[in-house]
């Protein structure tokens, strides 16, 4: 009797600890910030930060990015940054081409080593973010002063954790993330 107890509640430790499986990425062709093809499946083998952002964002996607940046530091003191990717993806495929997405990582002066900035077609993005419990939601366009397109996006405030095997396993809040919590879960799929 002692001995079924303790399996049990060996097995329930032990499912306990593990993130359950939320979804797998599509392998969609997609399109990084230098211009070159990327599908998800590049990067399996390795644990994968994703963000959902977009340039014109007036206020979260900043923060997100901001936060990630810092979060590569807390990687390089435990010796993860070559095991950890980051990936961010634009909620904006319209306005955010390779180039203005690699000139928005420079101006906010992002980390660039392991993380890839992706746009690719609207049905493109949108397949690969629904996948993720995540939408898009564009306001109403106008032109601004200079003639240029203006919208607004309504988006969650939301990063994911992708194992090795390129599954999504947890999300989080990405302007509060804590990074210890984030750190702990990156080390239980490594």
Known sequence: ??????????????????????????????????GKEFRFSQL????????????????ICHIIS??????KKVLRENNLEDRVYFVSITLDPLRDTPEVLKHHARMMN?????????????NAIYSTIEVAGMEAIRGPMSYDERGELSYL???RDRISLV???GRIRKHYKGTEFDPKELLK?????L
């Open 1 to 34: 009797m002692k001995r079924i107890v303790f399996i049990l509640l060996f097995f329930l430790i032990a499912c306990g600890s593990r993130l359950p499986i939320k979804g797998e990425f599509p392998d969609t062709l997609l399109v990084d910030h230098n």
């Open 44 to 59: 399996r083998g390795n644990v994968v930060v994703v963000s959902y952002i977009y340039t014109h964002c007036p206020d």
């Open 66 to 71: 901001a936060k990630m940046n810092a979060f």
């Open 110 to 122: 992002l980390d660039l080593k392991n993380w890839l900035f992706v746009t690719g077609d609207e």
């Open 153 to 155: 996006i309504t988006h």
């Open 163 to 165: 194992d090795r095997e």
């Open 185 to 189: 879960d990156i080390k239980r799929l």
